[in-house]
């Protein structure tokens, strides 16, 4: 069964901390993104890989950064964690366009700053 | 700037009958679209992908339906059931450069027994 992995399912974190997401998949997609998800707000874009060394900024990515150093791995990091990134975090895998498919989601990382 | 939005937060349906949900767009041409399942504390499962020169799409007892003039998604389902009960999301690729989807805010079905 194919497959994205997201590290941790819940995380508390304090203020000021510096905060690693991992997501790994198993199915060689060479498109990989990073969204967070808030009541009211839907899901939002951080940013988005479409091959390994190489990012792109999605609509929210003050306070984030990324990492893509292996084609199966996309990292999340929070410079400096801040209550207001409270929030669920989803990891997602594709093939690019065009295709039949959508994205594969991880589980979510459910994290709390305190 | 482009916007999807989803007409309902909520709906509410007997089993059995056929839900139908909406997804409007504006200030965009897309290529194509897409719908998601959420389940509560999940991630979003792909459920189907339109293009924009099919005008409909089936899947067992999902059916979705594409209107660029109208700028609007129907998905149904049909002889709904209490396991078809979640969060609905369509998606489309964004405006700018790339491929990354934007995502509605979601409808969230109820199928009572």
């Known amino acids: 069964d194919v497959k994205v992995t997201q590290s941790s399912r819940y995380l508390v974190k304090r203020t000021g901390e510096k905060v690693f997401l991992e997501c790994v998949q198993d199915m060689d997609h060479e498109n990989m993104f990073w969204y967070r998800q808030d009541p009211g707000l839907g899901l939002r874009l951080i940013y988005f890989?479409?091959?390994?060394?190489?990012?792109e900024k999605g609509d929210i990515p003050e306070g984030y950064s990324v990492s893509r150093e292996k084609k199966e791995r996309f990292s999340l990091i929070l410079e400096s964690a801040s209550t207001n990134q409270t929030s669920m975090y989803l990891c997602?895998?594709?093939?690019?366009?065009?295709?039949?498919?959508?994205?594969?989601f991880g589980s979510g990382t459910r994290l709390t700053v305190v | 700037s482009q916007k999807i939005e989803q007409n309902s937060e909520a709906l509410n349906i007997q089993e059995g009958k056929t839900a139908t949900l909406t997804c409007n767009y504006t200030n965009y041409s897309p290529a194509y679209l897409q719908w998601y399942r959420q389940d509560p504390g999940r991630g979003p499962v792909f459920l189907l992908l339109?293009?924009?020169?099919?005008k409909e799409k089936r899947k067992e007892r999902l059916k979705v339906t594409f209107d660029t003039t109208l700028k609007q998604s129907l998905f149904h389902i049909t002889a709904s059931q209490p396991a078809d009960s979640a969060t609905y999301l369509c998606?489309?690729?964004?405006?700018?450069?790339?491929?990354?989807?934007?995502f509605g805010k979601g409808t969230t079905l109820s199928v009572s027994s």
């Open positions: 998606a489309l690729v964004r405006l700018q450069a790339g491929t990354a989807l934007i």
């Open positions: 339109i293009r924009e020169n099919e």
């Open positions: 890989s479409y091959d390994v060394k190489m990012k």
């Open positions: 997602a895998s594709s093939f690019p366009p065009p295709t039949d498919y959508g994205y594969t």
